[in-house]
T-cell receptor, first 115, second 114 residues
Framework: AQSVTQPDIHITVSEGASLELRCNYS??????LFWYVQSPGQGLQLLLK??????LVQGIKGFEAEFKRSQSSFNLRKPSVHWSDAAEYFC?????????????FGTGTRLTVIP | NAGVTQTPKFRILKIGQSMTLQCAQD?????MYWYRQDPGMGLKLIYY???????DKGEVPNGYNVSRSTTEDFPLRLELAAPSQTSVYFC?????????????FGPGTRLTVL
């Protein structure tokens, strides 16, 4: 069965600093991988996804993520964080085979940005 | 397009009461989902539907029921509310086809059962 681990519950960074959020997944084949962002009181918004091809994917708001099969990881990065990036970030894995095509989510990483 | 809409935004129920959480989408998506998000946890799938008249259970279906009579609407029913159902409920939808198609989420319903 698929599963996702986000080891960091809470991360604090200064505005302008770089950011990396970790995500490890468990799945027997090549997964589909997603990063979603949730602002307070809002639904989830897709930042980026990987499903094939180039292992470095670019997303919205200046985010990128790299799929590393050997490490079962899909870490999210941003070179310079803005105060508006403060939010909860969820990594999710989807499978090609399941009929539901639903997503399995990690527990999330809360990002605080210090001015 | 309004996208995915959910009503109500907030609700407090007493133990044993029932209610229906409404979800609608105007994107003509075949696939629709209900998730719950407990504090400090990721989203867990309650029920899903791949089209009108077709529904199936997810990871945590106990205590809930769904129906899908139209493509647009996917209501979630709680028959006998319990404190364990206190959570934030998200509805999502996506196009049919490859499972890497993006799921679009509604803003959520925050439910408290006392």
């Amino acid at each position: 069965a698929q599963s996702v681990t986000q080891p960091d519950i809470h991360i604090t960074v200064s505005e302008g600093a770089s950011l990396e959020l970790r995500c490890n997944y468990s799945y027997g084949a090549t997964p589909y991988l997603f990063w979603y962002v949730q602002s307070p009181g809002q639904g989830l918004q897709l930042l980026l996804k990987y499903f094939s091809g180039d292992t470095l994917v670019q997303g919205i708001k200046g985010f990128e993520a790299e799929f590393k099969r050997s490490q079962s990881s899909f870490n999210l990065r941003k070179p310079s964080v803005h105060w508006s990036d403060a939010a909860e970030y969820f990594c999710a894995v989807g499978a090609k085979e399941t009929g539901a095509n639903n997503l399995f989510f990690g527990t999330g990483t809360r990002l605080t940005v210090i001015p | 397009n309004a996208g995915v809409t959910q009503t109500p935004k907030f609700r407090i129920l007493k133990i044993g009461q029932s209610m229906t959480l409404q979800c609608a989408q105007d994107m003509n998506h075949n696939y629709m989902y209900w998730y719950r998000q407990d504090p400090g946890m990721g989203l867990k799938l309650i029920y899903y539907s791949v089209g009108a008249g077709i529904t199936d259970k997810g990871e945590v279906p106990n205590g809930y029921n769904v129906s899908r009579s139209t493509t647009e609407d996917f209501p979630l029913r709680l028959e006998l509310a319990a404190p364990s159902q206190t959570s934030v409920y998200f509805c999502a939808s996506r196009l049919a086809g490859p499972s890497y198609n993006e799921q679009f989420f509604g803003p959520g319903t925050r439910l408290t059962v006392l």
